[in-house]
């Protein structure tokens, strides 16, 4: 099966990752050489836009997403988001678990912010902002459909939507089925309809008649590879994931 894809416009972006905290950071790490030295793990932003009762809730994976939100979205409302993360708050998850083998209560608050759209609606919370919001995993194909579906969101009317995508490494038992070299990151694109010169992307697909060729160990996440790409000058991406054959591209 074939497809032409969907076509969008990024007309504002916000990345955030520990030592990556400046567009001019970002831009010497999109053009620097390949391979890049990985994104190293510790600290998270400071999420200064949302009431410090709110904030703590969030982990690091949380606040890597909502820091790169505020910055993306500013005081725009009514603004539809898809939220995107292939692991989500497994970190969590972990610790829920470990307590329960040692026979401990649940911290209610660690509970609520363990599922996959808790990010999104402490965002909605905190902004009082009851806009359309969707929380999504696929795989190592998250990001691809995450465009997807906001595409979908922009040709069923809406004027915009924001897609937010965080991710952070697998915590232990789970680090052993890494299948690339995990990197904490998170970014945020104002996606439009139509064709905006110097900001205008494409996603097309065609499925793979056979499974995936098993991926490098040291290859960075597919979201990030991606997320090089837009902040960089090459006209293609190409990307195999979920028996797919993902092409990204730019239009002038």
Known sequence: MRTDGVRFSIVKHAAWAPGLET??????WAHADLPV??????????VRMMAPLLRRRAGQLGKMALEV?????????????????????????VE??????Q??????????????????GLFSIARADTAQ????????????????EACALLADGAAQVL???????????????????????????????GDIPGAAFGLSWRARGSADAPPQADAMPGSLAVQ???????GTLEHAANRQHWRWSRHA
């Open 23 to 28: 567009p001019q950071q970002w831009q010497a």
């Open 37 to 46: 030295a990985p994104i190293a793990a510790g600290g998270e932003p400071g």
């Open 69 to 93: 939100a505020y910055a993306c979205l500013g005081e725009q409302r009514d603004i539809s988001l898809v939220f995107c993360s292939r692991h989500g708050e497994v970190a969590r998850a």
């Open 96 to 101: 829920l678990l470990s307590a329960l083998v």
């Open 103 to 120: 026979g401990e209560p649940l911290s209610p608050t660690a509970f609520g912010m363990a599922v996959h759209n808790a990010s999104a």
């Open 133 to 148: 919001q969707v929380a999504m995993a696929a795989g190592a194909a998250s990001l691809e459909a995450a465009v997807i």
């Open 163 to 193: 897609l937010v995508v965080a991710d952070c490494p697998l915590p232990a038992p789970f680090e052993a089925f890494e299948d690339c070299l995990e990197q904490p990151h998170a970014f945020a694109w104002l996606l439009q309809a």
């Open 228 to 234: 090089r790409f837009m902040l960089g000058s090459g």
